[in-house]
């Protein structure tokens, strides 16, 4: 079993919709949780950081973090054609806090 | 502007040859980091640096060789012990210390030919 799961997609969904991505774990030590978007042939770029459970809200864009059921989410209102990309959640934990673990990432698509 | 720049964007190897990339900063950060990542799936770890003149193998560091001469740079050999090198190479930074999140470059894809 991953340490990390996430579903690959692709998901497609129109302009406007609200987009739902989620990863699940299984380390408990894990604290810290992260989501990245990759657009084809880039790098990653941080979208959302938190630590431990909770919602964070940035604009369009919610991570909530649920350490009870090891699962992560980010969400993504009025999605747009520009938010079109791989989506990668990422963790940490406080020991050994050198090492990230990604997930596979999810392939997103907004048909304008 | 500060950020991570890896050269040269596009390489292509012949069986056989060794290549080395190239990754730099000036983010000022201590700890730099080499992925790599294959279509589905996630980033695996080759190498990692905490601080100059020292390094530790990640998850699939057979075949890969680093360096960690200067706070800066953190560069990558590809030697030809390694199976199956064409791949997407992405070089990340970031502040030392648990849960801090590290930084990307815009990558090199690597093609052997």
């Known amino acids: 079993q991953k340490e990390v799961e996430q579903d690959p997609g692709p998901l497609s969904v129109p302009e406007g919709a609200i987009v739902s991505l989620n990863c699940t774990y299984s380390n408990s030590a894990f604290q810290y949780f992260m989501w990245y978007r990759q657009y084809s042939r880039k790098g990653p770029e941080l979208l959302m950081y938190t630590y431990s459970s909770g919602n964070k809200e940035d604009g369009r864009f919610t991570a909530q973090v649920d350490k009870s059921s090891k699962y992560i989410s980010l969400f993504i209102r009025d999605s747009q054609p520009s938010d079109s990309a791989t989506y990668l959640c990422a963790m940490s934990a406080n020991t050994g806090g050198f090492k990230t673990i990604f997930g596979a990432g999810t392939r997103l698509f907004v048909k304008a | 502007d500060g950020g991570i720049t890896q050269s040269p964007k596009y390489l292509f190897r012949k069986e056989g040859q060794n290549v080395t990339l190239s990754c730099e900063q000036n983010l000022n950060h201590d700890a730099m980091y080499w992925y790599r990542q294959d279509p589905g799936q996630g980033l695996r770890l080759i190498y990692y640096s905490q601080i100059v003149n020292d390094f530790q193998k990640g998850d699939i560091a057979e075949g890969y060789s680093v360096s960690r001469e200067k706070k800066e740079s953190f560069p990558l050999t590809v030697t030809s012990a390694q199976k199956n090198p064409t791949a997407f190479y992405l070089c990340?930074?970031?502040?030392?210390?648990?849960?801090?999140?590290?930084?990307f470059g815009p990558g090199t894809r690597l093609t052997v030919l």
């Open positions: 990340a930074s970031k502040v030392t210390g648990a849960g801090n999140e590290q930084f």
